[in-house]
């Protein structure tokens, strides 16, 4: 099996333990539930989630005991992209070829849906909490602060400050490392910690998923300009029509498309560093600079 069947059927896998995850659409609040569904299986690649569980094999665990935490990291992705959808932010009516969650739903229930993805992923991960232990608590308090006010909601608060004004690189590398970046450092560095990892190699997966999650944002960029829009499933020029730096309007394509490979670089030279080998996930974190949408 080449990587791209393994791949797709590591995707199959996770979408049907997801679905187990997800509240039940019943009761007075069965609107909110719907929305929140949809949000989630509307589509996605699952690459947050299929990164944590290749991270917890890498260091040797052999269990389901990190499906809640790849599920509830879905979740917060999800919930980001709800809220990032919004007429209050980047005002998106398509996402992966469908209609967002406010286009569908209406404004008003696309902040309850992003509002209860975020809140229930917490829910998800503190009943495995209570039931595994230690390491499990250390997972969750690695995605509460790679999600949280020091970690992806800061780089999309800053974002949202400075669109319309100049940046420079510093600005736009810490909008980067935080608002796409952390979820990765969180998927990498959850899915080692329910399995054991200490410390250093923990702060080794941060490293690669900073450095991945940077020529992730700028291939991003570049896709937003000359990428195939049946692919993306969204309009190109997005960053444009929201007035966002990029890379690419910083230092042109070219440039871009040389810092993707520098980053992509040093990822794999760290990633070479830890012990514990998986090359599927090798392979995988260079598939999301290398990608064609």
Not at 130 to 136: H, R
Not at 277 to 288: A, G, M
């Amino acid at each position: 099996m080449d990587f791209e069947q393994l791949k797709q059927q590591k995707t199959e896998e996770i979408n049907a333990f997801l679905k187990e995850f997800l509240p039940e659409e019943s009761g007075k609040e069965k609107v909110l539930c719907e929305a929140m569904n949809y949000s989630v299986e509307v589509g996605g690649k699952r690459l947050r989630p299929m990164i944590l569980l290749e991270a917890y094999k890498m260091f040797g665990g052999k269990d389901s005991a990190a499906q809640p935490f790849a599920a509830a990291l879905e979740m917060i992705h999800t919930y980001s992209l709800v809220h990032d959808d919004l007429p209050a932010m980047d005002n998106d009516m398509y996402r992966r070829g469908q209609l967002t969650t406010h286009a569908k739903y209406g404004e008003a229930m696309g902040v309850l849906a992003g509002d209860g993805l975020l809140n229930y992923a917490f829910e998800v991960m503190s009943d495995a909490v209570c039931e595994q232990g230690a390491n499990a608590a250390k997972a969750m308090q690695i995605i509460a602060k790679k999600a949280g006010v020091r970690g992806m909601i800061a780089g999309q608060t800053v974002d949202l400050e400075w669109t319309g004004k100049p940046q420079n690189k510093e600005l736009l590398d810490y909008i980067n490392e935080r608002k796409t970046a952390a979820l990765l450092c969180a998927a990498l560095m959850a899915g080692a910690a329910l399995a054991g990892a200490d410390e250093g190699e923990l702060t080794l997966l941060e490293t690669v998923g900073v450095y991945v999650g940077l020529a992730f944002q700028i291939k991003d960029d570049i896709l937003d300009v000359i990428g195939d829009e049946s692919k993306l499933g969204k309009p190109l020029h997005s960053d444009e029509k929201n007035e966002k730096s990029t890379y690419v309007t910083l230092v042109g394509i070219e440039e871009a498309e040389r810092l993707v490979k520098e980053y992509s670089k040093r990822a794999v030279e760290v990633f070479e560093l830890c012990l514990h080998e998986n090359p599927f996930l090798k392979e995988l974190l260079l598939s999301l600079v290398t990608r064609e949408y």
